[in-house]
């Protein structure tokens, strides 16, 4: 998980609450991820960020929210709009997005449950 | 439309076998292929990539993947599984075309290893 924190490791929601996971690389990479991971759905995507101060919706984003302030920085929200959000919640970086063979590299992840 | 298809949900080995964990793929154009593991409770760790050359492809704890191109298959292969081989793996495609560098992840298959 080198280079990328994700804090916190556990986080509960109460209904109608948004809460903000943080992810933070020292990496130097230019772009950063978020996925949800559910139980035999693999990973998909819900934002990408290619460049500070601009992101790109995935497949998933309704309901969440993400910014792009600083390189090093992606949190993502998950507003009262996401119906079921109880999932693991993976950040990933990845070094100069025109190159698309380079790998992302990923977080220890965030465990959200909605109470 | 790309896409990744795991077919095994879960694969059983005993320790000292060879293991095979497989992967298909489609997309558009030509491929970067990836594979990474995933621990419990853990971010995902890549393992090797595929982007040109040689269809043989060696990486990390002494697993290799083949690209077969006519089969759109980039199978996961080790001549020795381990018992901490048992993981979550995940195989992972994206369209050398594709300007979003997104990866699109198969849904996984869960490697367990018995002694």
């Known amino acids: 998980d080198g280079g990328i924190t994700q804090s916190p490791k556990y986080l509960f929601r109460k209904e109608g609450q948004n809460v903000t996971l943080s992810c933070e690389q020292n990496?130097?990479?230019?772009?950063m991820y978020w996925y949800r991971q559910d139980p035999g759905q693999g990973l998909r995507l819900i934002y990408y960020?290619?460049?500070?101060?601009?992101?790109q919706k995935g497949d998933i984003a309704e309901g969440y929210s993400v910014s792009r302030e600083k390189k090093e920085s992606f949190p993502l929200t998950v507003t009262s709009a996401q119906k079921n959000p109880t999932a693991f919640y993976l950040c990933?970086?990845?070094?100069?997005?025109?190159?698309?063979?380079?790998?992302?590299?990923f977080g220890p992840g965030t465990r959200l449950t909605v109470l | 439309a790309q896409s990744v298809a795991q077919p095994e949900d879960q694969v059983n080995v005993a320790e000292g076998n060879p293991l095979t964990v497989k992967c298909t793929y489609s997309?558009?154009?030509?491929?970067?292929l990836f594979w990474y593991v995933q621990y419990p409770n853990r971010g995902l760790q890549f393992l090797l990539k595929?982007?040109?050359?040689?269809?043989l492809v060696k990486g990390s704890y002494g697993f290799e993947a083949e690209f077969n191109k006519s089969q759109t298959s980039f199978h996961l292969k080790k001549p020795s599984a381990l018992v901490s081989d048992s993981a979550l793996y995940f195989c992972?495609?994206?369209?050398?075309?594709?300007?979003?560098?997104?990866?699109?992840f198969g849904s996984g298959t869960r490697l367990l290893v018995r002694p």
């Open positions: 992972a495609v994206r369209d050398r075309g594709d300007s979003s560098y997104k990866l699109i």
């Open positions: 997309v558009s154009g030509n491929p970067y």
């Open positions: 990496l130097n990479h230019d772009a």
């Open positions: 990933a970086s990845s070094i100069v997005p025109g190159h698309g063979s380079n790998e992302q590299f």
């Open positions: 960020s290619q460049i500070v101060n601009d992101f």
């Open positions: 595929y982007i040109t050359g040689d269809n």
